[in-house]
């Protein structure tokens, strides 16, 4: 019979650095069905409540996702382990279960939410009257919703990574906008928003101000 696992990391250990620990209340309906297009595990749907936690080094993503689906009534959505970062990502219907999966990690890595990097915004870009042989360009690499000729472009970039799932939410929550494309996991995390030029400033500046409202420490 196996020991169970212990409630926060062996000292003997590698120490694991808390990137990004975002809770999202409510997925938006493109958010969830963009999530369900590219995760390859238990996928998500509109109005259910996610968390999104990435740590270094990204081989210790493993014993994070086993204590937090022992400890709690969730699905994952994403497990991605890279060699530098690795980044899970939890749902479920009750808030409170999400919640207490994303407590039961804070407690196993002895680190408060606050821990967690701060976010920085790296880039963000509108683009507008975007040109049709652009769009194509953009269009081939995206999972979500197709960006057409005279439209506004949006792109944030942030670090750490896992930030941009939150980013991509805030700013569907704002605006009636386009989620195109959403990467949130790798050095660096990148969404890109389209729809009319109204729209996408009003969906640009809540994901900015949600990242800007997160506590964390300095990199």
Same mark, same amino acid.
């Given at each position: ?95 409170? $279960?999400? #919640?207490?999966? %994303?407590?039961?990690?804070?407690? /196993? &890595? +002895?680190?408060? *939410? ?66 195109? $494309?959403? #990467?949130?996991? %790798?050095?660096?995390?990148?969404? /890109? &928003? +389209?729809?009319? *030029? ?22």
């Amino acid at each position: 019979m196996s020991s169970p696992a212990p409630d926060r990391q062996p000292a003997s250990a590698p120490r694991v650095d808390l990137r990004s620990f975002v809770f999202i209340d409510r997925m938006q309906p493109q958010f969830a069905s963009f999530v369900a297009t590219v995760a390859r595990g238990y996928l998500p749907v509109a109005g259910q409540a996610a968390l999104y936690v990435e740590i270094a080094p990204g081989i210790a993503i493993n014993r994070i996702t086993d204590l937090a689906l022992k400890a709690h009534d969730v699905r994952p959505g994403m497990q991605i382990v890279e060699r530098a970062y690795g980044l899970l990502e939890l749902h479920s219907d009750s808030q409170s $279960e999400v #919640r207490g999966a %994303g407590q039961r990690i804070l407690d /196993y &890595l +002895g680190v408060k *939410e606050e821990g967690r990097r701060k976010p920085k915004l790296q880039s963000s870009e509108i683009i507008t009257h975007v040109d049709d042989y652009q769009t194509m360009l953009i269009n081939r690499e995206r999972h979500g919703m197709m960006l057409l000729g005279g439209e506004t472009l949006y792109i944030l970039e942030c670090e750490p990574a896992g930030y941009a799932a939150l980013a991509a939410n805030e700013a569907e929550k704002a605006a009636p906008i386009k989620l195109l $494309e959403m #990467r949130a996991s %790798g050095a660096f995390g990148r969404v /890109y &928003l +389209g729809g009319g *030029e109204a729209e996408i400033e009003q969906a640009a500046r809540a994901a900015e101000r949600a990242l800007a409202g997160l506590a964390g420490r300095d990199a």
